[in-house]
């Protein structure tokens, strides 16, 4: 099929577009609408930027990039996508015979419809589908913002030692549980970056690294390495601190002998009361189901406007697009 047919069907699937529809690009996820739809170019605006919001998308980059799926098996991989190229695949699945796989990190042509990267409106507006995660994080932060709320923390001296140990308690379960779900979102996160790539997201970016950890191979090995090398035995002995332990249990010595000793204090959490947890967050999730009228969209402007600055410091934009 000739690139001029593609072209024609994809612009007049954008045409149908309601104006609030979102797209959500493959690489920085990034929520991109569609504002005009010309003969030779797309203009797309980015919905979660405040300053070079609006781009235009050429007909020459969509036909470079139908190409390569046409001339690769009808299958392009989108890590060998240019910096900042991925508004264009985005935009392409529009078209009734193309989908990404953003799992697999490729761009495919089909032979029949398939799915797009469209949201049918703006999830920052879409109030009535958000419910409650099934996640003890999610209650652990509700009852450490109520809180926070009901205590005066600019100055934590001020505070009576019951309410600060409320505190302590509440912050320390929400730093064990954020930790664990912190676990399970890299590992999925790990499956999708490419390369050391880094993906914008609304909030800042992420990016795949590479980490080295070091173990020592069995003595053995190490000492016959070091001998090979010139090196003598004695220069890379030393005092097993675990062999001291054990010898330690089968003498008269004291840990004083062996060891210099150190005492410091820290506050640790004893017990939790999670009964008492229970019913406080039980009361608080039917405070926020009361919530109507002006408290709930004076809540929700409030909302916005905090994304709006916490986004105007932490995106960016390179400016790059997509070369043959």
């Known amino acids: 099929m000739p690139f001029s047919a593609t072209w024609n069907t994809l612009l007049e699937r954008l045409d149908a577009l309601h104006e609030e529809a979102t797209l959500i690009t493959p690489l920085s996820n990034n929520r991109i609408r569609i504002t005009d739809v010309q ?31 046409t001339e690769e098996s009808g299958e392009f991989n989108l890590d060998r996508l240019p910096p900042d190229a991925d508004p264009y695949p985005a935009v392409l699945t529009i078209h009734p015979q193309f989908e990404l796989d953003a799992d697999a990190g490729v761009i495919t042509q089909t032979e029949g419809e398939t799915s797009t990267q469209l949201r049918d409106s703006d999830p ?58 912190r676990k399970d979102v890299a590992d999925v996160l790990l499956s999708r970056l490419h390369h050391d790539r880094p993906v914008s997201a609304p909030f800042g970016s992420v990016q795949r690294t590479t980490r080295q950890t070091r173990s020592l191979k069995d003595d053995e090995t190490v000492l016959a390495a070091f001998e090979d090398a010139g090196i003598d035995r004695e220069r890379v002995l030393g005092v097993d601190r675990h062999k001291v332990d054990d010898a330690l249990e089968v003498t008269d010595l004291s840990e004083s002998d062996v060891y210099d000793i150190e005492e410091s204090e820290y506050v640790r959490k004893a017990e939790v009361d999670e009964e008492r947890k229970e019913t406080r967050l039980q009361g608080l999730k039917d405070q926020l189901a009361a919530t109507e009228g002006d408290e709930t969209d004076a809540l929700q402007e409030e909302i916005s406007a905090l994304e709006d600055r916490i986004d105007s410091l932490t995106s960016f934009q390179t400016g790059t697009d997509l070369q043959e």
């Not at 003969?39 to 969509?62: A, E, K």
């Not at 009901?150 to 302590?168: F, I, K, N, P, Q």
């Open 39 to 69: 003969d030779q170019r797309v203009i797309i605006q980015f919905r979660d930027r405040d300053i070079d919001q609006t781009r235009p998308l050429q007909r020459d980059q969509f036909e470079t990039l139908y190409r390569r799926i």
């Open 124 to 181: 920052a507006t879409d109030v009535d589908d958000r419910t409650e995660p099934d996640l003890d994080v999610y209650a652990d932060a509700l009852l450490v913002v109520d809180a926070l709320e009901r205590h005066e923390v600019a100055d934590l001296s001020e505070l009576e030692t019951d309410a600060l140990g409320t505190l302590y308690t509440l912050l320390s379960d929400l730093q064990r549980d954020a930790n664990d779900l």
